[in-house]
Every structure is written in C-alpha cells, then in structure tokens.
C-alpha cells in the first residue's frame, strides 16, 4: 500500500471500515455490558469506599449509589448506536467522554486496551465510518458514500502497529528472553484441559517468550504481504484466542482481530460481507480536500505523540520495572509480576505518637494489593490517611515501610522510610528521589 503523503488522500472503497465500524461498536457493547455482568463495575466503581484515580484527575468520582450501573448502561447503548451507525459522531463522542472519564477515575483495575479503547474512538470519530450501511445513511442519503481516502484505513492500521511494535520491544528484557515471567505467567494454568500439563515444563514457557516476541515484531509485515496474510490470519487466530481462553485477558484479543479486516482489500471484505453492496464503479462521489495541511498536520502530530509517549521512561531516572515511573500508556502488556508488603507509620505532629490506622476498613483487598507495591498507589494511599486524620483534627506525619519483589527475584526496600510522603508531592515527568533504586533489581 502506498503511503506517501499525496496517496493518503486517495479514494479507496470504504468497505473494510464500514465493517471495522459494526465490529467496534459490537465490541464496545460486550466490554461495557460485560462489566457490569461480570461484577467488574461493582468492584471498582461502587463497592470501594475510596477510589486511586490517575493522579490529577481527584475530581473525578464514581456516580453515587448504583449509577455506575445506569452509566455502563448508557455506555452500552451508545457502542449499539455505532454499531448501526445512529447519530453515529455524536454517539461515539458521548461513548469517548464517558469511557474516558470511567478510565481516569481509577487505576486499580487498570488495562492497557482501556486505554487502546480510547484512542480508537478518538481516531474513528474522525472518519466516516457511517457513510454506508448505517441507519444515518437511511435517514440522510446525501452521506452516502461508497469511498473513503486512504488515511482513514492507515490511521487505524498504523495505530495497531504502534501497539504491536513496542509490545515486541518491551519484551527484549532479561526476565522475558529467560523465561522467568513466562513461568510464572502459566504456572498457575496448569489446571487447563489437555495442554495444562506442559505449562511448567521449560520447553513451553521458554517457546511461548520467544512466539510471543515473534508474533508482535512479524504480525503486521505479514499482514501487509498479500502472500503471507492467510497464514497471518491464521496465526493471530490461535494466538489471541489462546490467550483469551487461557489467560482470560477480557475482550482485546477479539478487538485485535477485529482489525484484520482493514489488512486484507477493501475488495475482498466487499465480497464477503457486502455482496449487495453497488459496484465501485458506480459511485460518482469524490473528496475535494482543501484541507490536506490540517488533515497532514493532525496525523503527524498525534502519531509522534503516540511514539513518545512509549519511550517517555528513558528520560526518567531508574528502571521503569522497578520505579513503574513511564509505564502506563506505553504498551507494556503483562511483562512483570509484581509482589510486595507496604506498612505506613503514622505519627502524630503534635504529640509524636504513633497512631494505629485499620487499612481494610478504608481500603479494598485489591487496592492494598496495589498499594504493597505500586509507588503511585502508596503516595495516594497516604494522602488519603492524611485526609482521614485530619477530619479528626489530626496532622500527621506518614511514613512508608516496604518491599517489593519483581517476578519473583528477591525482595527489595522499595521506598525511603525517612520520607514522610504526607508532605511530598507527586511528579509525572521525573522521578521521586522517595523511590529508591539499585543497579539492578533482580540480584
């Protein structure tokens, strides 16, 4: 496919977005509908009775009650609206603002295709995924189109390189070229029917990391080559729904593959799924862009945007394995283990008494699991026992005891126990001297 800037406007047929269309708000129904019926809402936004937003967005609360409930609903609904193709920009921009807000509201269940999630809404509210076999089409006929510039079909496929691409790098470490968190990956699947059996030995896990890294590096330039794009097809059917039934990885393996259909010809996805479809040749409509600078601009700047953001750990002091400073937003999917203790020591200002504080009253079992060993979730645990005491008219110093093991390696003091992170405050861009370091964390 040609992608030079004169040929991303070009008119292709639209068919194979059209299609990616009616998958995606499918998608969107299973995720959202699923939540709820799977009692992921119920235990991240009603039952805690605090919340770990992404730090910066404190405003952003849960709806009291059961409204979470009532939101997935309508979240629901919308990713039904596009999927049909009703009201199909503003229902997609509703689904984009209400999805992203869930998102930043907490990190204690976080995933990267939430995120992945986000930015595919953000790319498709700008093509006219609704131009044809959508109610909007059947309400307005002068939207019907049976074309599209090619920018529309690259956009998305170059986003899911990105994601593909530094998926592979970030695996080029030494717990994963070894094995060792492909074990433990497994190791608790052995219960699996007829293959479970094999998890544990060495040959499985140490050719599952090097598959794995494979796959992500070769999927697209095998997608891309028409002699090769069947047994890509094939391939990225056994690998994402092995992962799927296997590791239980909730619906992205099924939206990965729902962009299969915008690597194969517009021609062929017309064939197959549109055969009433009229004959390109009979479409009169062309794209008479004055706008190609805007539309040139926005595309480079949103895609070096999504190459930074990837790399921002590099200029950020120690390793992002350890220090998890850089790690969200950057396509670091299921690469380490985490496991830690975090015990705080609060301290009266006044009196300097050390005061008792009952964690599991305040916080749930999953987010003290987070907070044994994640740095930003201790910062933000200590802020709220800050709050706490000083409703009760208490100001307190708060001290953080804790270990943390990386993949099983041995444990390690985590952050500075003479740092009361009462008083110290978070940085996006740099790393917390509180944060302690070492050459390397595995020894």
């Known amino acids: 496919m040609e992608l030079s800037r004169q040929s991303l406007f070009r008119e292709i047929d639209n068919s194979s977005l059209i299609l990616f269309r009616i998958l995606f708000g499918f998608l969107l129904v299973i995720e959202t509908w699923g939540a709820i019926l799977t009692g992921w809402v119920n235990t991240n936004l009603i039952s805690p009775k605090v919340f770990f937003p992404f730090i910066g967005f404190n405003w952003l609360h849960p709806l009291p009650g059961y409204g979470m409930y009532i939101y997935f609903i309508c979240l629901g609904i919308l990713g039904l609206f596009v999927m049909i193709g009703f009201k199909y920009r503003f229902s997609l921009l509703c689904f984009t603002i209400l999805w992203t807000a869930q998102y930043l509201m907490q990190k204690t269940a976080y995933n990267n295709h939430y995120y992945f999630l986000i930015l595919i809404c953000i790319i498709m509210l700008f093509l006219p995924a609704h131009a044809y076999y959508s109610l909007d089409v059947k309400r307005n006929k002068n939207i019907r189109s049976l074309t599209m510039p090619q920018w529309c079909s690259f956009a998305l496929m170059f986003q899911i390189s990105i994601l593909y691409f530094f998926a592979c790098i970030n695996k080029l470490y030494p717990d994963w070229l070894d094995g060792t968190f492909t074990h433990l990956l497994y190791s608790d699947k052995t219960d699996f029917p007829l293959i479970g059996q094999f998890f544990t030995k060495k040959w499985f896990y140490i050719s599952i990391a090097y598959l794995g890294i494979l796959f992500d590096g070769l999927i697209v330039p095998l997608m891309l080559w028409k002699k090769t794009r069947t047994l890509a097809l094939f391939t990225s059917l056994i690998f994402h729904l092995a992962n799927s039934f296997i590791l239980n990885v909730g619906v992205f393996p099924y939206f990965a593959l729902s962009f299969i259909v915008l690597f194969y010809p517009p021609e062929t996805i017309r064939k197959f799924f549109f055969k009433k479809r009229p004959s390109l040749s009979l479409e009169k409509h062309s794209y008479n862009y004055s706008n190609k600078n805007l539309v040139y601009f926005l595309l480079v700047t949103y895609f070096t945007i999504q190459l930074i953001l990837p790399i921002r750990h590099y200029f950020i002091k ?87 093991s990386i993949n099983g390696h041995s444990y390690k003091k985590f952050i500075n126990s003479k740092v009361d992170l009462a008083h110290v405050s978070w940085d996006y861009f740099k790393h917390s001297d509180w944060i302690l370091l070492y050459d390397d964390y595995r020894k």
């Open 318 to 404: 120690g390793n992002v394995f350890w220090t998890e400073e850089g790690h969200r937003l950057s396509w670091r999917m299921m690469l380490r283990h985490r496991n830690g203790t975090t015990n705080f020591t609060i301290i009266d200002k006044k009196t300097k008494e050390t005061l008792p504080f009952p964690m599991d009253e305040m916080f749930t079992e999953k987010q003290i699991q987070r907070i044994n060993c994640y740095p930003d979730f201790i910062w933000q645990a200590a802020q709220y026992i800050k709050q706490d005491f000083k409703k009760h008219n208490k100001e307190v110093e708060i001290y953080a005891d804790s270990y943390v």
